[in-house]
Nanobody, 115 residues
């Protein structure tokens, strides 16, 4: 079955940067859209960014201009470059893809941004 594993989270100061990675067990040529979601304490999980097989992207308004999603289909990897981080970006970040009627999620990676 599809497995997704996130990495790259950590603790950074406001204004800093992190690069998150998502490794997929299968070829991401099979996954039209891949995305990053996040869930902050006491908040609902929200879409941060998504990218389709052709490289078209969508971003939450709160991260536009600061975050960049990318994918390397040959390496079965999806990335989220996060710049100009703010304390409100603090959350667990999850990699996601939908295939057919199924949704697949990684275990999440913690991002903490201090003031």
């Amino acid at each position: 079955q599809v497995q997704l594993v996130e990495s790259g989270g950590g603790l950074v100061q406001a204004g800093g940067s992190l690069r998150l990675s998502c490794a997929a067990s299968g070829s991401i040529f099979s996954f039209n859209v891949m995305g990053w979601y996040r869930q902050a304490p006491g908040k609902q999980r929200e879409l941060v960014a998504a990218i389709n097989i052709g490289g078209r992207t969508n971003y939450a308004d709160s991260v536009k201009g600061r975050f960049t999603i990318s994918r390397d289909n040959a390496k079965n990897m999806v990335y989220l470059q996060m710049n100009s981080l703010k304390p409100e970006d603090t959350a667990v970040y999850y990699c996601n893809t939908d295939r057919g009627i199924s949704s697949y999620w990684g275990q999440g990676t913690q991002v903490t941004v201090s003031s």
